[in-house]
C-alpha cells in the first residue's frame, strides 16, 4: 500500500496563478483532510471531508476550494495564489470515529511569488 | 473554541540529556494524540491516550495525560540525534476533527 500520496511535491507559482494539489489514499478511508504548516503556527487546518462528496471549512479555509468526487481524491484548489498562501500543505486521511489515527501524506511545498 | 497550547516552542539539548514538551487545553479533552515530525518529513503518529491520569511509555518516551484531562506531557530519556524534530500533540475536536498544537522543536547536540 502507497498510504498517502500527495502530487506535487514542488511548485512555484506567481501571485495570481491557480493550481491544483492532489491527495490520494489507498486505506479507504472515510475522512481526508488538508492542514497547511507555517513556522511556528503547527498545523492549521483548511478544509476536511467526511466522506464522498462532502466537505466542509475548517480553521483557514478562505482563499481555498476543494472537492472529494471520488472516495480515494481529495483535491485543494487555489484560485487565485497569493504569497500568504506559500506553506507547506498536508494531506491526511483517517478512518471515522472518535480518536483514530491521522495517516499524512508527504506534503507539498508551494512558493507563491 | 478549544484552544490548544503547547510549550516550550524550541529546545536545544545535549545528546543524553532528557527532553520534555507540555500541551495544555482550555477544556476537558475526550482524548490526546502525540505525532513526531521529522525535519522535511510529515506528521507520524506516536501515540493515544484517553484515560484520566493515564501513562504509556515507548521505550524512552513517556507520555502522561493529566487527572483533569486538560494536559500532557511527552518526556524523553537520554535524548539520542535520532529524536531530533517537532513533536505535536493532538486534540479531538468532535469525531471528525483534531486540533494540532504549535509543536515542540527538538534539537540534539552531539
Known amino acids: 500500500n502507497a498510504g498517502v500520496t500527495q502530487t506535487p511535491k514542488f511548485r512555484v507559482l506567481k501571485t495570481g496563478q491557480s493550481m491544483t494539489l492532489l491527495c490520494a489514499q489507498d486505506?479507504?478511508?472515510?475522512?481526508m483532510y488538508w492542514y497547511r504548516q507555517d513556522p511556528g503556527m503547527g498545523l492549521r487546518l483548511i478544509h476536511y471531508?467526511?466522506?464522498?462528496?462532502?466537505?466542509a471549512k475548517g480553521e483557514v479555509p478562505d482563499g481555498y476550494n476543494v472537492s472529494r468526487l471520488k472516495k480515494q481524491n481529495f483535491l485543494l484548489g487555489l484560485e487565485s495564489a497569493a504569497p500568504s498562501q506559500t506553506s507547506v500543505y498536508f494531506c491526511?486521511?483517517?478512518?471515522?470515529?472518535?480518536?483514530?489515527?491521522?495517516?499524512f501524506g508527504p506534503g507539498t511545498r508551494l512558493l507563491v511569488l | 473554541g478549544q484552544q490548544v497550547m503547547q510549550i516550550p516552542q524550541y529546545q536545544h539539548v545535549q545528546e543524553g540529556e532528557d527532553f520534555t514538551t507540555y500541551c495544555n487545553s482550555s477544556t476537558t479533552l475526550s482524548n490526546i494524540q502525540w505525532y513526531k515530525q521529522r525535519p522535511g518529513g510529515h506528521p507520524v503518529f506516536l501515540i493515544q491516550l484517553v484515560k484520566s491520569g493515564e501513562v504509556k511509555k515507548q521505550k524512552r518516551l513517556t507520555f502522561q495525560f493529566g487527572e483533569a484531562k486538560k494536559n500532557s506531557s511527552l518526556h524523553i530519556t537520554a535524548t539520542q540525534t535520532t529524536d531530533v524534530g517537532t513533536y505535536f500533540c493532538a486534540m479531538s475536536l468532535g469525531y471528525q476533527k483534531v486540533t494540532f498544537g504549535t509543536g515542540t522543536k527538538l534539537q540534539v547536540i552531539p
Open positions: 486505506m479507504n478511508h472515510e475522512y
Open positions: 471531508s467526511v466522506g464522498e462528496g462532502t466537505t
Open positions: 491526511a486521511s483517517r478512518p471515522p470515529g472518535l480518536g483514530e489515527t491521522q495517516y
